[in-house]
């Protein structure tokens, strides 16, 4: 039993599912006495883990504990091979995926490196996102993770594909979604040399159309593909992959810039190649997105500094599709739950306003962070929000409709009910209350604050939606809209 073996694995290596699996279903199954994952820590019944606290081992060492363990300790004596070396590596990624340990194996991102080296012999997959949509796993094992690593541009979904010549059927939601208009997206890598590959199929424009999308894509500034004009390529509902290879890379990031001649550009996936270990973390931009102005008619006097993420100004909303609505740095207003809501964008006194009515008391919606790269919605924190409200409504002022505004955070027992549970983070006003509501009618602030006894350090408690109800004095008659929604010290969990 060498337990050094397991210190020689290369972290990039690391399957983090077998880990999981061992850790629930091997000959030694942990869960009997830690339980399972919790969204905090492994709760027991007979010795919790918290991965953020480990008192028995570091996480640089955990693979050599729990390799020694499996021989002899856990009162198991259950397995000491080298197979179970390799397990330990395996459990011991898939704990330090719940930690904020960065020293140690941190490289998993839930991506699959799984496709075969091409002929320059080392290159895998170090990024593949399916463009406006979600994670998918094609019938050959691929793994695509949700979009993500994207500027600007709209996300759309055809609903009439229900087949394409030489696509598996499991294979569709590849090509289904897209991200068109104006965009660039920058993955984050080393400096080196990387090969890309651009998934694209015009599934809008009808075969007739030659001529009415032609788009140009640089990678870091240099042309990889010119004049593109898919109908001309293949045709309606036919896909087709562009490689660009060795795309040098010297400032950190792999940045694919689309522009269109005629119309708008069109992506449906996008693979970046090179050498294993070749990511770099990712970093948000938690900056100011947007213009960020007070509206013109509004009172109160919200200042924005370079921490606060502006979620929505007046500016750069899209068309209300379905219910929902994209919002400044790829977040959407979405999961409206009363079945006759009306949400609208208005034209107000200055830029849009975000319109809510035609529903009863006790509902609303979600706004929900951009998925990272496993495709759940990124888990952020935040000191407060300063929102801009205006009403259309018979209430008197004084007696105007009030409304809540709180935290849905990883891990939460019922994310989408249960807003009088005790554990429900909701946002107060300056005298600690909740709901809220404004003094005129007019466009007004009201200045939020996060709810003193979060810890934002722990895991499992940090926010990945936010949700909006309205409450006392509202009605379906009534009507709020939405100004302007800035988070302040926002940041995004790394
Ligand atoms: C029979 C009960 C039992 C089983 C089964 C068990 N453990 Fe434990 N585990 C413990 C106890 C008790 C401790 C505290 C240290 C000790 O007594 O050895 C512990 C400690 C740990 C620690 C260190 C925690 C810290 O705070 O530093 C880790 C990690 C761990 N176990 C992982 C596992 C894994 C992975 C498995 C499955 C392969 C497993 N355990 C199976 C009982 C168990």
Same mark, same amino acid.
């Given at each position: 039993m060498s337990s050094s073996s397991a210190a020689a694995v290369d972290c990039a290596d690391v399957d983090v599912s077998a880990g999981e699996d061992f850790y629930t279903g091997g000959p030694v199954n942990c869960t009997q006495c830690h339980g399972t994952y919790n969204g905090m820590v492994f709760p027991g019944p007979v010795r919790p883990i918290d991965p953020n606290d480990l008192t028995e081992t570091t996480h640089a060492e955990l693979a050599q504990y729990l390799d020694a363990k499996m021989a002899g300790g856990f009162n198991m004596g259950a397995?000491?091979?080298?197979a179970c070396s390799n397990r330990a590596?395996?459990?011991?990624?898939?704990?330090?995926?719940? &930690?904020? %340990?960065?020293?140690?194996?941190?490289? %998993?991102?839930?991506?699959s490196s799984s496709s075969a080296p091409t002929g320059d012999g080392e290159f895998v997959d170090l990024y593949a996102i399916n463009a406006g949509g979600k994670a998918?796993? /094609?019938?050959?094992?691929?793994?695509?993770?949700? %979009?993500?690593?994207?500027?600007?541009?709209?996300?759309?979904? +055809?609903?009439d594909l229900f087949n394409i010549e030489g696509v598996a059927q499991q294979d569709l939601d590849l090509y289904r979604t897209e991200r068109w208009g104006e965009f660039t997206y920058d993955f984050p890598v080393k400096d080196g040399t990387y090969d890309v590959k651009l998934y694209v199929m015009e599934g809008w424009f009808g075969p007739q159309n030659a001529g009415n999308r032609v788009f140009d894509v640089t990678a870091e500034g240099?042309?990889?593909?010119? %004049?593109?004009d898919p109908l001309v390529k293949t045709g309606h509902d036919k896909p087709f992959v562009i490689e660009a290879q060795n795309i040098q890379v010297t400032d950190g990031k792999l940045s694919l810039d689309f522009t269109a001649s005629v119309d708008a550009a069109s992506i449906r996936a996008i693979v970046v190649r090179g050498l294993e270990g070749n990511k770099a973390p990712y970093e948000a931009d938690t900056g100011t997105v947007g213009t960020a102005a007070v509206?013109?008619?509004?009172?109160?006097?919200?200042?924005?500094?370079?921490?606060?993420?502006?979620?929505?100004?007046?500016s750069q909303v899209g068309a209300v599709a379905g219910k929902t609505l994209g919002l400044h740095g790829n977040w959407v207003l979405q999961e409206v739950w009363d079945a006759n809501a009306k949400l609208e964008t208005e034209n107000a006194a200055s830029g849009k306003a975000i319109a809510y009515s035609n529903a009863g008391i006790f509902t609303g919606f979600k706004f929900v962070a951009p998925s990272d790269m496993t495709g759940t919605a990124s888990a952020f924190k935040f000191s407060g929000a300063d929102i801009y409200i205006d009403y259309e409504t018979n209430n008197a002022p004084g007696n105007l409709p009030t409304f809540g505004f709180r935290v849905n955070y990883e891990g939460e027992a019922n994310p989408n009910g249960s807003g009088a549970a005790s554990t429900a983070k909701w946002m107060v006003d300056s005298n600690n209350q909740?709901?809220?509501?404004?003094? &005129?009618?007019?466009?007004? /602030?009201?200045? +939020?604050?996060?709810? +003193?006894? *979060?810890? *934002?350090?722990?895991?499992?408690?940090?926010?990945?939606? /936010?949700i909006w109800e309205m409450k006392n004095g509202w009605s379906n008659s009534d009507k709020i809209r939405i100004r302007r929604i800035v988070f302040k010290d926002f940041e995004y969990k790394m």
């Amino acid at each position: 039993m060498s337990s050094s073996s397991a210190a020689a694995v290369d972290c990039a290596d690391v399957d983090v599912s077998a880990g999981e699996d061992f850790y629930t279903g091997g000959p030694v199954n942990c869960t009997q006495c830690h339980g399972t994952y919790n969204g905090m820590v492994f709760p027991g019944p007979v010795r919790p883990i918290d991965p953020n606290d480990l008192t028995e081992t570091t996480h640089a060492e955990l693979a050599q504990y729990l390799d020694a363990k499996m021989a002899g300790g856990f009162n198991m004596g259950a397995c000491a091979d080298a197979a179970c070396s390799n397990r330990a590596v395996e459990m011991a990624k898939y704990i330090n995926k719940y &930690s904020n %340990d960065t020293n140690w194996c941190n490289t %998993d991102t839930g991506m699959s490196s799984s496709s075969a080296p091409t002929g320059d012999g080392e290159f895998v997959d170090l990024y593949a996102i399916n463009a406006g949509g979600k994670a998918i796993t /094609l019938q050959d094992g691929t793994e695509f993770t949700a %979009d993500f690593y994207s500027n600007a541009g709209n996300t759309g979904a +055809l609903t009439d594909l229900f087949n394409i010549e030489g696509v598996a059927q499991q294979d569709l939601d590849l090509y289904r979604t897209e991200r068109w208009g104006e965009f660039t997206y920058d993955f984050p890598v080393k400096d080196g040399t990387y090969d890309v590959k651009l998934y694209v199929m015009e599934g809008w424009f009808g075969p007739q159309n030659a001529g009415n999308r032609v788009f140009d894509v640089t990678a870091e500034g240099q042309n990889i593909a010119t %004049d593109v004009d898919p109908l001309v390529k293949t045709g309606h509902d036919k896909p087709f992959v562009i490689e660009a290879q060795n795309i040098q890379v010297t400032d950190g990031k792999l940045s694919l810039d689309f522009t269109a001649s005629v119309d708008a550009a069109s992506i449906r996936a996008i693979v970046v190649r090179g050498l294993e270990g070749n990511k770099a973390p990712y970093e948000a931009d938690t900056g100011t997105v947007g213009t960020a102005a007070v509206p013109d008619d509004c009172s109160g006097d919200s200042q924005v500094t370079a921490n606060d993420f502006v979620l929505f100004d007046g500016s750069q909303v899209g068309a209300v599709a379905g219910k929902t609505l994209g919002l400044h740095g790829n977040w959407v207003l979405q999961e409206v739950w009363d079945a006759n809501a009306k949400l609208e964008t208005e034209n107000a006194a200055s830029g849009k306003a975000i319109a809510y009515s035609n529903a009863g008391i006790f509902t609303g919606f979600k706004f929900v962070a951009p998925s990272d790269m496993t495709g759940t919605a990124s888990a952020f924190k935040f000191s407060g929000a300063d929102i801009y409200i205006d009403y259309e409504t018979n209430n008197a002022p004084g007696n105007l409709p009030t409304f809540g505004f709180r935290v849905n955070y990883e891990g939460e027992a019922n994310p989408n009910g249960s807003g009088a549970a005790s554990t429900a983070k909701w946002m107060v006003d300056s005298n600690n209350q909740e709901p809220y509501s404004a003094n &005129s009618k007019g466009c007004s /602030l009201i200045q +939020l604050k996060a709810p +003193l006894n *979060w810890n *934002w350090d722990a895991p499992g408690h940090m926010g990945n939606k /936010l949700i909006w109800e309205m409450k006392n004095g509202w009605s379906n008659s009534d009507k709020i809209r939405i100004r302007r929604i800035v988070f302040k010290d926002f940041e995004y969990k790394m």
